[in-house]
Structure formats: structure tokens, C-alpha cells
């Protein structure tokens, strides 16, 4: 079944979601009689975990990432550098959702917020041998090579198409060396960049080649190249663009339906009646959280309107929240990258919470428990001292580079460019992405030089 060659075509891709869902008529944008939510990966229990990893096992078994490789594959230029990204690849995600869903009805994607890991990508919570493995082991030629633990390991039962398309392995090749990923972009870049654009593709170009672009190109091996979906990071990757995407639209509630920019083929504006390539739905049944094809929200980001739903802030956060960092930027700095002002229930939203007691700071060298001492000079925490106090302590606190902030938090890098070379190997708008990169670096910067400190890492 899953083995046939589609090109990126509507009428093929009828056939093929023919086949994956008998009788599947959905109105546009009606609302979805119920609606999974999906959580940050950090946040699943382990029996969540489990049947996560078990599904995606299954449907890895079955030949659907190789199945789903192959379109993207083919579609590449068509869903890539245009506004087609967000889209595509939410539906390509909903037709896997449901597959599992066959298995264990509870089952969704969960998302995985990289920015957490912007610091030290590589020291990421995510890349565990018992899950979902970690580099490829790099073969002689130096080249990357077959992913060897986790449940994608390399076996001889498990031919996952390789970053050339051929059966063969997963592969993986960090950008730095073994063990090291150059940072990613951080938390409050990606709250920026929401505020900043002012249409769905401003955003998109702001976003894609940023944020999209460097951790599908940092872990390398299939996740660089157009067969990205033989990796579990795909999923986990884009699960958190569909809510970033959400995030954006939560941000602008006025162009919850913007969906004009260049097509897929470059050729015509596109417009919410278009239809997907290859799976051929509207798109305008794909623009909203809890209706039309996507019935889930997100742990942080709710249905209807994109409003996030009441129980998404946990008891203490708001509190935290009001601390944040981002509050004590000079005024014309805040002004120049959070236009539309940093108020709470928006920061509460959008901005991940400032909590040690998340998963995402587990395995980070020198890890802190809330009220614990610190283990090493890297916490959210500094030595003994409770969050608060902590970020309290901070204003006007000696030891910083700036009087606004105290010795806690880091400061934001550069984060990854990809070499233009890379980009023009796979046909994507260089002149584009150098623009946003200029911008990129602006920010980080401006952050550096006010002696901010991020919460995040
Ligand atoms: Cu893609």
C-alpha cells in the first residue's frame, strides 16, 4: 500500500488519502465535535511516551515514513519557501495522527519546542538513547552516518530511507562534531518575530528560515535534506510549528485567515480557497485550531479563536511570568522588538513558562531542582535561592553586564546560518534568507548589549 511512487499531484494524492480515509468529508471550517490536545513532548507521561514511541514504531514498521518521504520528497519546491509550509505539512501530520489513532485513539504528536533547547541543542532532553536515539554514528568518509540507538536505530527489519532516498538507515550528523549542535534560536527571538510580522508570509519567511531551517539542518542527515520524514524529529518538529503557527494567528486575531502569498509553484498569489498538493483539501480547512481537518489543540494554545484555553497556566506561573526578563529590557530596545508590548496574558501564552521544575532543564550540565542548591553554575537558579528571588534579584543586582540584570540566565548566542551553498543545493531563496539573517543578528545584538539574560536553557 505504501510503497507506490506519488508525485506531487492533486489527483494521485485523492487517491491516496482515498485510501487512508474511507468517506472522510469534512465541511469547511466546521467545528470539530472533539478535539486531542497535544503536548510538549517534555510533558507526556511515561505511558505517554510509550504509546507514542509504540505507534510511531508500528507505522515506521508499516513503510509510512518511507511512504511519507517519498511525497515530500517529490513536493519539496512545492511546499518549502512559500506559504504552503504551514499547511502541507499540518495535514501531512493529521494523516499520521490519525494512523496512530487506529492503534490507540488517546495518541497525538507532541509537539518539541526547540527554543527551549537553543542553548545547548545537543544537551537536549530529546536526544536519548532509550527513545528517540541520538547522532548518527559518523561513518569513515566522515559524511554522517546510520542512527544506532533509540527505536529508529539501524536493523536489518527497519529500512528507513536514507538522506540520498535510499533503504538503508536513518541517518543523523550533527553540525559541530559528535556531540554538538551551534544554538538555535531562542524563546524570545520567536516572540519577536510573531510580534514583528504583520502577515501570515511575513511570518513564515521570519520563521522558516530561522527557526525551521536550523534544526532541520544542525541534526543533519535525513533531517537536512528533502527525506526528513524518515526521522521522529520531523513529526516532533513540525507538531510545533503547527502550534507556533497558532501562536502567530493568538498574536494577530484579525488575520486568523491570512493566507496570501506567493503558490507553491510560484506562479499566482495564493488564496485560503487553494487546496493542498497532494492531499488536494481546501485550506481553508486547515487554518484552524478545533475545526475544519484539525481537531486538537495545544497544551498552551486552545480552539475557537485561538484562545488559550483557562487551565493552560499552571498555579505560579503567572507570578513567574511577571518577573520576566523581557520586562526589564531599556525601553526603546522593548519597543523596537515587542511592538505590540509585553502584556502578561499575551507573555503567558507565547513565551514559554520560567519554571525549573520542567523537564526541559533535566539534563542540562549543572541541572537545579526548585529550591535546591545548584549543581553547577548553569541553572535557571542561582545557588540556593527560590526562581523568584532569583529573577527578582536580579534588578539592579551587581555581577551582571548590565545594572537591569543580575549573574542569572545566559546570554543569547549567534544563533546557526546555513551556508548558502546548502540552500542552493536544495533550489530554496538565498537573498531571502540573507535578509532575515541580518535581522537575526540585530536582535541577539540588541539582546547582548542590554545585558539580557535569558530564563531559557
Ligand atoms: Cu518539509
Redesign the pocket.
Known sequence: MFKSIFKCSPTVGLIALGLLFACDLVNAQATCPHNKVRKEVRQLSPKELGAFINGMKRLQDRGVFNWLGRI?NNC?PN??DNIQ?FPW?REALIIIENMLQEYDPEITIPYWDASLDFYQPAASWVFNPSTFGTNGKTNTTGTGGCVVDGFQAHSTNTRLLDSSGRENCLERNFNVDQNTISPWHSPEFVASIIQLSTSLEEFRKLFEYTYHDSVHQTIGGNMGT?W?PSDIF?YLH?SNIDRVWALWQYTHPDLIDDYVGLNGDSTAMSTINDRTDVWNTPIRELTRLGSGKVCFYFDNIGPAGARPPPASVAKGETSLMKHHPLLKLPEHIRRKWFPLGLNLEWMETVLPPIDATRKYSQTRPGNVVVGGAATGNTGILGAGGSIINSLIGGIGGGGGSSSNYGGDGVTIPQPYEIPDSTLVGMARNVTAKRFVERLVRDFVNDMSTSGYRSPYY
Request: aromatic residues 20%; hydrophobic residues 30%; without cysteine.
Open positions: 515530500h519539496y511546499v518549502h509550509l505539512h528533502p526528513s520531523f513540525h
